[in-house]
């Protein structure tokens, strides 16, 4: 196909996969606020108003619930300004909320695809997308306003991914971009911290010019080192605001901990392993 062909049905199946996931999902915007939906949202005492945004970046997450002495050690003051947002625009309406979940969500799927679609074939890429986008498991993310922060960091990382995709990417603006967008993804959840390893890991997935794997010395890895130094930058500003906020002080595992973790380790994958086959039951809580 043409290139211009191929743009224009790329946009086609785009647009076709965010309707089929959107109807696919809809029935949840009747759900109302639950589980962690009541603390986090519903009695969250500093999302009130927009004009505690400064205070967001100074706050361990659970620690602007009503149990404000806990320490999570989780640091996301982008999810915490999503949920004034939230507050602003509509108050505690639970419809609202979840079509707001429901638009990061939309988000991530058209980066995923836009990214799918510049290292494969467009069904392949299509195919790869729509898993994504109306996977079971995504449920949660879609039915609890407060796991909201998977999408904006999906967002976040794999934007930043579409603009350094290319190894000999040189640009301060996408280098600097892609460091923002990173920064971005971590103040909204820890596991944007991955980036990196995911760009190396397409890196090492990159066909050479004679169709062979770039795993090998040199190659993508070699001529990518810039962009793997930007996206790592973004480290220099995250760090420092977590210790600003003490999200740094959350109780430290112990060694038994570690050790009990390391015993369950194979029931763990073979359990979160399973999900991605066979996710059912369909819950937060899921007993290990």
């Not at 980066?111 to 949660?140: D, K, N, S």
């Not at 603006?173 to 460091?179: I, R």
Request: hydrophobic share 50%; proline share 5%.
């Amino acid at each position: 196909m043409s290139s211009n062909h191929d743009t224009r049905w790329n946009r086609r199946a785009l647009g076709g996969l965010l309707l089929v996931t959107t109807l696919t999902f809809a029935r949840l915007w009747f759900v109302e606020l639950s589980w962690d939906d009541e603390a986090l949202v519903k009695d969250n005492q500093v999302t009130e108003s927009l004009a505690n945004i400064p205070e967001f970046f100074t706050r361990d997450l659970w620690s602007t619930t009503r149990l404000s002495w806990l320490k999570s050690g989780y640091y996301r003051p982008f999810m915490l300004i999503t949920l004034a947002i939230d507050r602003a625009l509509y108050g505690l309406s639970s419809m609202g909320a979840h079509i707001h979940s429901l638009l990061w969500h939309l988000g991530a799927v058209a980066a995923l695809f836009t990214l799918l679609a510049r290292l494969t074939r467009p069904w392949a890429a299509l195919a790869g997308a729509t898993l994504f986008a109306i996977h079971p498991v995504q449920v949660e993310v879609m039915a609890l306003v407060a796991a909201r922060n998977d999408s904006m960091a999906a967002v976040f990382v794999l934007s930043a991914l579409l603009l350094v995709l290319e190894p000999s990417e040189r640009s301060p603006w996408k280098l600097g971009g892609a460091m923002v967008l990173v920064l971005g993804g971590l103040l909204s959840k820890e596991s944007a911290v991955l980036a990196l390893f995911m760009l190396v890991a397409l890196d090492l997935a990159r066909p050479e010019a004679g169709g062979r794997s770039a795993v090998r010395p040199g190659g993508s890895i070699r001529s990518g080192w810039p962009r793997y130094l930007a996206l790592m930058a973004s480290l220099l500003v995250y760090i420092p605001l977590r210790r600003l906020a003490e999200a740094d002080a959350a109780i430290t595992p112990s060694s038994e901990s570690f050790t009990m973790l390391l015993q369950q380790a194979g029931s763990l994958l073979g359990v979160y392993g399973g999900l991605l086959v066979w996710p059912w039951p369909l819950t937060p809580a899921r007993h290990i």
